[in-house]
């Protein structure tokens, strides 16, 4: 049972400063955060980490919100993306009843601003005429996690949230309405859901629901509580051995890079099969971000294939210049230098 506490926002500001990277994986320069906790309350999230007493039962709601945000948009480039992804789902149960995430929309609306909003609930449908319009405008992108399609599993895992066949539900909804739609598998927690029976199953869902892109990342378990919430997670699910953390996390918040590594081309080859795209397709953004946002990112997808293929020099090289372009720091020699000048020229004009 969670309860809200309606509050003024405590943070001094509502988004997040400008990133001085772009996000690969949500498009994003900013990021921004409705309610702190969420009551969904999945054990391996990380909001866990921030709030480990009261993370899924204490909802702050800040009623100042959508005031203080308009203000701080006169401060942001249209061209950057807001994305809503972070720590606490918009569309939790206390949207029903604050509407903080809608009042949200309507500003973003009201200028055309891009966003990029992560839910597991089908209740963002409610808004799905405002994401039209933010979409018209400049681009309106819904994303949802799907770590597993077993019920039983998503039952232990993540049984407060909406059952997984509902979220694939929604974004087919979301997509007859013209909102472009990805999955996030995340977290892949390794041994429970990193099958290649368990991921062929869930990209082939992907697939024929024809998302328009997929991103993974791993399980994160920054410390030694969150390390014991995921072990009752585990509990719940099997039995795994006490060596489970120190063979593959060793004494490391992320997963091994040799288990990242091959479990990364797995997904790769598997989404190849599939004509599933790997990140947002850059047709997906074209024209409608910040020039040097939409360069970037073409550089980051290209430079992620690049290293999955054992390219690690050229991947980085691309990294790198995707972060001078993205921070205004780039020369014209350096574009020129790129394997992939034309279309950086194409886009930057
Ligand atoms: S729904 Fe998302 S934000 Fe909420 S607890 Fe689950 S993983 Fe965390």
Redesign the pocket.
Same mark, same amino acid.
């Given at each position: 049972m969670s309860y809200y506490i309606r509050d003024a926002l405590a943070a001094p500001n509502v988004l997040s400063t400008r990133r001085p990277t772009i996000n690969e994986y949500f498009l994003s320069s900013y990021t921004l955060s409705i309610y702190s906790g +969420?009551e969904?309350? +999945?054990p391996? +999230?990380d909001?866990w980490v921030y709030d480990p007493r009261s993370f =899924?039962q204490q909802i702050r709601v800040p009623l100042d919100l959508p005031q203080r945000l308009a203000i701080e948009l006169n401060q942001v480039d249209r061209g950057d993306l807001i994305a809503i992804t972070a720590? =606490?789902?918009p569309y939790?149960p206390a949207e029903q009843s604050f509407r903080i995430m809608r009042q949200v929309l309507q500003h973003f609306a009201d200028r055309g601003q891009p966003c990029l909003i992560m839910t597991?609930s089908p209740a963002i449908l409610e808004d799905i005429s405002l994401l039209q319009r933010i979409n018209e405008q400049s681009l309106a992108i819904v994303m949802t996690?799907l770590i597993t399609l077993d019920h039983n599993l998503a039952e232990r895992l993540?049984g407060r949230?909406p059952p997984p066949t509902l979220r694939l539900d929604m974004l087919t909804a979301l997509q007859r309405a013209g909102i472009p739609v990805g999955v996030a598998v995340v977290p892949v927690i390794p041994y429970v859901n990193d099958t290649d029976y368990a991921m062929r199953r869930l990209l082939q869902a992907c697939a024929e629901r024809k998302v328009d892109f997929v991103v993974w990342d791993y399980l994160y378990v920054p410390d030694r509580y969150h390390r014991n919430r995921v072990s009752e997670m585990l509990a719940q699910i099997g039995s795994y051995p006490s060596s489970y953390y120190r063979d593959i996390y060793g004494d490391q918040i992320v997963v091994n890079a040799d288990y990242r590594a091959e479990r990364n081309l797995q997904f790769l080859k598997r989404c190849d099969m599939l004509g599933l795209n790997v990140h947002a397709p850059h047709r997906l953004y074209m024209g409608k971000l910040a020039p040097r946002n939409e360069a970037a990112l073409v550089l980051k997808h290209t430079g992620f294939r690049s290293l999955l293929s054992g390219q690690q020099r050229v991947s980085l090289l691309h990294r790198e210049l995707a972060d001078q372009i993205y921070t205004g720091t780039v020369t014209t020699e350096q574009i020129q230098s790129s394997p992939l000048a034309a279309t950086l020229q194409g886009i930057l004009g």
């Open positions: +969420c969904f309350g +999945c391996y +999230c909001g =899924s720590l =606490s789902d939790q597991k996690t993540e949230a």
